[in-house]
Structures are given as structure tokens and as C-alpha cells.
């Protein structure tokens, strides 16, 4: 006989006696549920660790970008300094709005918003640091923006701070 016919008779007999025993079968079964827990258990580690460079690498993209967005506001800074240097009040005051446009340009091109002010106060996106009576205004309504409010998508930043009617 070849080695090959005896391998397959020795699986045959092994198979019918797993059939043929309840504990053996038992045990066939826990090895074969084992194997496959031990697969799964390594697939589901190579996907996380898989997830977590993809996550790194996001991250560092979406950097990457905004500092790149940003480096010509840092230029118009820079212009802006100098112009300051050179006392030339005129254009100072032209750098700087340039650089305000330039900056608020980069940020709206990431999502960021400003917080509506107008009418009542919302303390989902207003955060009150004042309430004064006011005869001609509503209770409740903004009178006066203390510092801007932002989004970024649907997501409050920053809470615009307001003066409220009381």
C-alpha cells in the first residue's frame, strides 16, 4: 500500500469514529469553533490596527491642509509688520483687513460659520454674559454681540457671547 491510501484510510477511521463518538465529535467541533474564533479574532486585530494608521493618516492630512491654507495669511502678516515698521498707518490698516478676509477666507473653506446674532437668545449657540433691561427690545432678544460665535458643520465651537434683553 502507498503512504497516501493509508493517510486516507487512517482519516477514514478517524471520521467514523468521531461519528460514532459523541465526546470525540464534541471535541472536533471545539477545535474546529477554536480555529475559527483564533482567525477571526487575528482578522478583527489586523483591521483595527489597519483602521488606526488609516485614522493617523487622515489626520495628519486634514493638517496638513489647513496649515497650507493658512500659510498665505501668515504671509500677508508678515507684509502687514512691515508695513507697520515703515509707519505707514494706511497701509497697516489695509494689511491688517487683509489679512482678516484672508484668514476668514481659509476657515469658511473648512466649515467654520459664524453663529447667527440676530433676535432671540438660543442657549444652544449663545451664551449670555449679560442681561440689562431694555425698553424697546423683547425679553429674551440679543442686544449687544460681546465676542463672535462659531460652527464647524453642525458643531458649536464656540457659543456667540451676548448681551440679553430682560
Given at each position: 500500500m502507498t503512504p497516501e491510501l493509508d493517510?486516507?484510510?487512517a482519516a477514514e477511521a478517524d471520521s467514523a469514529q468521531v461519528e460514532d463518538d459523541p465526546v470525540a465529535r464534541a471535541e472536533a467541533e471545539r477545535d474546529e469553533y477554536l480555529d475559527l474564533l483564533q482567525r477571526t479574532k487575528a482578522d478583527f486585530e489586523n483591521y483595527r490596527k489597519r483602521a488606526a494608521r488609516d485614522q493617523e493618516r487622515l489626520?495628519?492630512?486634514a493638517h496638513e491642509r489647513l496649515v497650507r491654507e493658512l500659510l498665505p495669511v501668515l504671509?500677508?502678516?508678515?507684509?502687514t509688520l512691515e508695513a507697520a515698521d515703515r509707519h505707514e498707518e494706511a497701509a497697516?490698516?489695509?494689511g491688517v483687513r487683509l489679512v482678516e478676509r484672508s484668514l476668514r477666507k481659509a476657515l469658511e473653506k473648512e466649515g467654520l460659520?459664524?453663529?447667527e446674532t440676530e433676535g432671540r437668545f438660543d442657549p444652544h449657540v449663545h451664551e449670555a454674559v449679560l442681561a440689562q433691561p431694555a425698553d424697546d427690545a423683547?425679553?429674551?432678544a440679543v442686544l449687544e454681540v460681546v465676542q463672535r460665535g462659531y460652527r464647524l458643520g453642525?458643531?458649536?465651537v464656540r457659543p456667540a457671547r451676548v448681551i440679553v434683553a430682560e
Open positions: 493517510r486516507a484510510e489626520v495628519a492630512h504671509d500677508d502678516l508678515e507684509r497697516l490698516v489695509d460659520t459664524e453663529i423683547e425679553q429674551g453642525d458643531k458649536v
